[in-house]
T-cell receptor, first 114, second 116 residues
Framework: DTGVSQDPRHKITKRGQNVTFRCDPISEHNRLYWYRQTLGQGPEFLTYFQNEAQLEKSRLLSDRFSAERPKGSFSTLEIQRTEQGDSAMYLC????????????FGPGTRLTVL | AQKVTQAQTEISVVEKEDVTLDCVYETRDTTYYLFWYKQPPSGELVFLIRRNSFDEQNEISGRYSWNFQKSTSSFNFTITASQVVDSAVYFCALSEVNTGFQKLVFGTGTRLLVSP
């Protein structure tokens, strides 16, 4: 049983550096989502893909953030010129066909910006 | 605007006690879905249940039960005979038809601590 996987699980970086995270969804799922979760808060929606198309982006996703899903399979989330406020858990989720299928989450990537 | 409120930040119970986690939501849509997720210490969100806005029937799954009341915009979650393994943060979430049900809006979560 392969669920949603994310890599790396932890990332420590210095302010100003670029970081990239990867998410591999459940293989038959065509929708992929990114969320951000800070300490003591619920996850906040960042963006989502249907196949390779990025269909919605939150205002939380500043110009320093970019997400891709080039072949409709795995996705990457890049943060350029990281800031301390970017420190958070970045969660990826996927869901199958159908407009209301539940989203299955990966273990997350915890980013710490020093 | 959509919003989910979980007023209980943390609840502590002793094993075998029943516990209810409250969830109140706000939405302008008449068509929406409500969810509960569990986040154990390992960090991975685990899907527990999805209900649509047209189905107000309560649901029971083992020790878990859910009470959906549109009149009070609430979707409460009860764990019967709690166990230590139930210790986790529980999130209530909402998705609406105007976002194609693709965006989950989460509450701030309730941390449940079950002691032996």
């Amino acid at each position: 049983d392969t669920g949603v996987s994310q890599d790396p699980r932890h990332k420590i970086t210095k302010r100003g550096q670029n970081v990239t995270f990867r998410c591999d969804p459940i293989s038959e799922h065509n929708r992929l989502y990114w969320y951000r979760q800070t300490l003591g808060q619920g996850p906040e929606f960042l963006t989502y893909f249907q196949n390779e198309a990025q269909l919605e982006k939150s205002r939380l996703l500043s110009d320093r953030f970019s997400a891709e899903r080039p072949k409709g399979s795995f996705s990457t989330l890049e943060i350029q010129r990281t800031e301390q406020g970017d420190s958070a858990m970045y969660l990826c989720a996927s869901s199958g066909r159908g407009s209301y299928n539940e989203q299955f989450f990966g273990p997350g990537t915890r980013l710490t910006v020093l | 605007a959509q919003k989910v409120t979980q007023a209980q930040t943390e609840i502590s119970v002793v094993e075998k006690e029943d516990v209810t986690l409250d969830c109140v939501y706000e939405t302008r849509d008449t068509t929406y879905y409500l969810f509960w997720y569990k986040q154990p210490p390992s960090g991975e969100l685990v899907f527990l249940i999805r209900r649509n806005s047209f189905d107000e029937q309560n649901e029971i799954s083992g020790r878990y039960s859910w009470n959906f009341q549109k009149s009070t915009s609430s979707f409460n979650f009860t764990i019967t005979a709690s166990q230590v393994v139930d210790s986790a943060v529980y999130f209530c979430a909402l998705s609406e038809v105007n976002t194609g049900f693709q965006k989950l809006v989460f509450g701030t979560g309730t941390r449940l601590l079950v002691s032996p």
